[in-house]
Nanobody
């Protein structure tokens, strides 16, 4: 059982920055994938960024050049640094974990095993 707890969401003006955190507990897997997803009410869940345990990263076009995903293995936490935020980035953001996974270009279609509760990001124009 892996538990994920997100934090760092909030309200920010367009052009601002936020850093989301996802604290991971119970990870005993040798290799894994982690991802950040977002969803607006009534909308589809969208993959934002993914990272593998080997450090490989993937980004959706919407976040390339603005978002950075990273992992601090010592703290068992992974992050999503979001810069130059836009109103369209407003959504609930979720972190997710998949065990025994190698990150590939189709990472956002993987069946992630565990999900966090979500943290709201609101960007005002």
């Amino acid at each position: 059982q892996v538990d994920l707890v997100e934090s760092g969401g909030g309200s920010v003006k367009s052009g601002g920055s936020l850093r989301l955190s996802c604290a991971v507990s119970g990870n005993t897997y040798s290799y894994y994938c982690m991802g950040w997803f977002r969803q607006v009410p009534g909308g589809r869940r969208e993959g934002v960024a993914g990272i593998g345990s080997d450090g490989v990263t993937q980004y959706a076009d919407s976040g390339k050049g603005r978002f950075t995903i990273s992992e601090d293995k010592e703290k068992s936490t992974f992050y999503l640094q979001m810069n130059r935020l836009k109103a369209e980035d407003t959504a609930m953001y979720y972190c997710a974990f998949r065990s025994w996974c190698r990150l590939g270009s189709g990472w956002y279609t993987y069946d992630f095993d565990w999900w966090g509760q979500g943290t709201q990001v609101t960007v005002s124009s």
